[in-house]
């Protein structure tokens, strides 16, 4: 495969006589794959005491294979130079298994430290790809490597044993740099503290003289110069185990006392010669140092925080932050993101490129990459292949000639519509869900089932000055998944809106009338119940929509009331949506799409995916009736009660003109 992601889009266009929708096309045709996974875990168990020490004995150490879904996920580079020794100390029983590559020495030196020093972990197996997946069987591999999202997205869970919650298992990285003197150790336990910089209402606030902070530089480019953060496959091990994740970094200092909470815990963890570091808590506490310090230093500096956020930026601070520190600071949704990140990194196989985007942002649809391979395929064709079939949302208004002159990374952040959550928390989870679901290619565009209305008429709600004080004083932002009774005041004087347009004036709102007083009531059983929906569930995106057009009542801003579009005949409102233009559309007609899974595509692509956040589309679209074509103007929050057996049909979204 053509690896061309580091070409302007101008150079990949004139390698063909085709358009970027044809070959988008011929790409899918030859090569699309829905990638089967297993759920199989083939761990490596090791019978090991207390007393064991990893630097001690000459005896050789039996390895075997066992089953388990409980187990610690290795995250280690493939090669280390000079430190890949395998003695023979370790060997599986009775017989090395076929395909299964010895790790070195020291990585499971490592592994066991940590088992020995944590007796939570004592008995409990790893994975390790080298000997956990067979190297010589094709198809057995091609399915153990899509399946590596699973491996690490449960290698944490919560279970409940005897009446407790407790996790079981974790992610173990293990890095090379080795941290040597106290006053690193120290500087790194500050920074991971908060002390050097502090984030109040999404602004980074510098809390040392500069001169100060400038060092801490050098102690995070000396952590990320190891190799463990600059390969594409790590990447996504790191990303796809978040919270679960522990570092093992190097330290033989002695450091009793120095680092313990009131409770006496040694805050870097209890392994020997090591200290323990939750990536994720590594990330926060960098970018919101760089993103402080880059206000007050010169070019060179600004340009060491930049190149810092490539490798050990945090996604959901950069989207929230009102502060940038150069262009890997500006997060504006997620797959454009983990698409960057993935293509600044090594990797040996650059057609991996597709299976770890896949892997990352949950694609289904996916590609296979030795067809690519054979036919030396255009790598940015690919990843935008890969991009477009798994229903990402394109903006319908961009230049071609500007985006022609951009790679393929910096052309689909730029492509994607840009998404307003409907509440201001997990913002980035909702725009990673915002896709059209059931995506068929055609070569007149996307053929994506869903909901055309008629946007046809602006209403303002008036609130008692009482329910609309007792909102803003019961606002929290953070409670996404339930209405409090501050929302429930709002959403019934909704409906008593929607009633009285019925009585007054006979306009059709006594469908949505009725909808929406059955929203309130399901939701105060639920309550009283004691139920709240699963997160990311289609329950939970109406529940946060609701919440978004109760903000909007509180504001005094317009609602707008969509009807199914039916030529030529009536039909009742069925929608509530949040226009972003204040000024009035009279004469103008607009139309909404939406669209989500059925709980038929929900069940089956949540067998495919550790997690099962249902994808949906809320748009302000233009249509035009002769083609049929809809066509993306901007997203646009509401609710809808549209029948998603009856009022579904299929609808073309025609390629943008910059891919025709």
């Known amino acids: 495969m053509k690896n061309d992601t580091a070409c302007p889009l101008s150079l990949v266009t004139a390698s063909s006589p085709e358009s970027l929708s044809s070959r988008v096309l011929s790409v899918h045709s030859r090569a699309r794959l829905v990638q089967q996974k297993t759920a199989m875990r083939l761990c490596v168990q090791v019978d090991l005491n207390l007393a064991y020490n990893p630097s001690g004995g000459t005896d050789p150490i039996e ?40 790790p070195p020495d020291v990585v499971l030196d490592r592994i066991l430290n940590f088992k020995a020093c944590n007796p939570e972990y004592l008995h409990t197996p790893f994975w390790i790809d080298k000997a956990c997946i067979n190297q010589d069987a094709s198809d057995e591999k091609e399915i153990a490597v899509h399946s590596m999202d699973l491996v690490y997205q449960y290698s944490g869970r ?42 109040i209402d999404n602004e980074p606030r510098l809390l040392v003289p500069v001169e100060e902070a400038v060092s801490v530089l050098d102690l995070i480019e000396k952590i990320l110069n190891d190799s463990w953060w600059h390969r594409a496959w790590i990447f996504q091990e790191e990303f796809l185990a978040s919270r679960h ?89 997620m797959s454009p993101a983990i698409l960057e990140d993935i293509g600044t990194r090594g990797i040996t196989a650059p057609s991996d490129i597709l299976g770890i985007t896949a892997n990352c942002c949950r694609y289904i649809t996916r590609l296979n990459s030795h067809v690519l391979n054979d036919i030396n395929e255009s790598l940015s064709i690919a990843v935008l292949t ?85 909102y803003w004083k019961a606002n929290d932002v953070t409670q996404m998944n339930t209405l409090n009774e501050a929302e429930g005041r709002l959403l019934k004087a909704l409906a008593k809106h929607l009633h009285d347009l019925q009585r007054t004036n006979g306009q059709g709102g006594d469908a949505l009338h009725t909808k929406v007083i059955e929203l309130l009531r399901e939701h105060e059983a639920e309550k009283a119940a004691g139920r709240t929906p699963q997160y990311w569930s289609l329950h ?101 009660f549209f029948n998603n057996k009856e009022h579904l049909r299929d609808w073309v979204i025609p390629w943008p003109q910059w891919m025709q």
């Open 386 to 470: 890969l991009f477009v079939m798994n229903g990402e949302i394109l903006r319908h208004d961009v230049q071609r000639e500007s985006i022609l002159k951009q790679t393929v990374f910096e052309c689909l952040s730029t492509a994607k519509i840009r998404v307003h959550p409907p509440v201001p928390a997990g913002e980035l989870i909702f725009i990673k869900m915002c896709r059209f679901p059931a995506v068929t290619m055609r070569a007149s565009g996307r053929m994506v089932r869903g909901v055309l209305s008629r946007l046809d008429k602006k209403i303002k709600v008036k609130v008692p000055s009482p329910d609309q004080d007792l």
């Open 63 to 102: 390895l075997r294979h066992y089953n388990s879904d409980e187990y610690i996920a290795i995250s280690c580079p493939w090669h280390l130079p000079g430190r890949d020794t395998v003695s023979g100390r370790y060997r599986f029983a009775p017989d090395q298994p076929p395909g299964v590559i010895m």
């Open 245 to 333: 994740m522990i570092l093992l970094v190097p330290c033989a200092l002695d450091r009793t006392g120095l680092f313990e909470n009131e409770n006496g815990v040694d805050l870097f963890g209890k392994t020997a010669d090591e200290i323990e570091v939750r990536p994720l808590n590594f990330r926060t506490e960098v970018t919101n140092f760089c993103l402080a310090l880059y206000r007050f230093v010169d070019k060179a500096g600004q340009d060491r925080c930049s190149e810092i956020l490539k490798y050990a930026r945090r996604y959901s601070f950069l989207y929230r932050s009102k502060c940038a520190a150069g262009p890997s600071s500006v997060i504006k949704a």
């Open 158 to 199: 919560k279970v409940v044993l005897d009446g407790q919650e407790r996790w079981v298992g974790c992610s173990l990285g293990l890095l090379f740099v080795e941290i040597k003197t106290v006053a690193e150790l120290t500087m790194l336990r500050r920074l991971l503290d908060s002390k050097f910089a502090e984030n």
């Open 540 to 640: 939970h995106i109406e529940v946060m929509m609701a919440k978004a057009v109760c903000r909007a009542i509180a504001e005094g801003r317009e609602l707008w009331l969509s009807r199914l579009h039916v030529p030529r005949k009536w039909t009742p409102w069925l929608g509530i949506f949040i226009p972003d233009d204040p000024f009035d559309v009279r004469g103008v007609i607009s139309f909404a799409f939406t669209a989500r899974e059925t709980n038929h595509e929900l069940k089956d692509r949540g067998a495919k995916l550790a997690r099962k956040n249902a994808w949906v589309n809320s748009l302000e679209v233009r249509f035009d009736p002769g083609t049929e074509q809809v066509i993306p103007k901007k997203w646009m929050n509401g609710l809808h």
